[in-house]
């Protein structure tokens, strides 16, 4: 049986083991190590506190937001021209063509870590 951990558990280990491939972690310690942080509930949602303290990022998009408002969100995005980006049903939208270069230049590390996770959270819910 795999065991599937949530998504910021994920991350911390990608987060941890970045330019260094020879690093093992091991995902259950890094779980607990981030419930009894005060970073994660045990069901794997981050904590007010981890959010307050920037140490978690919250991706979530209202309906109807400012173009400004969306670059907070994901300030990745401030490098490339708005005019790739439409307001459709309330949200922003970009095309298949973008997206696909985006996925693109995210296999050719052309990001950092930070752009790639919120490239990744943009692309999830699209």
Sequence with gaps: MEIIYPPLV???I???TQGNEQKTVNKAEMYRSMVEKGILTEN???????LENGWVKDFYE?????FEDFLEIYPVFKNYDPELFQIIDGFWEITIRFKEEL???ISESKFDY?????IKEYLAER
């Design 103 to 105: 996925i693109q230049e």
């Design 14 to 16: 990608q987060y941890y």
């Design 10 to 12: 994920e991350q911390s």
């Design 114 to 118: 930070d752009e790639v996770i919120q």
């Design 62 to 66: 209202d309906e109807h937001l400012s």
């Design 44 to 50: 794997g949602l981050p904590t007010d506190y981890a």
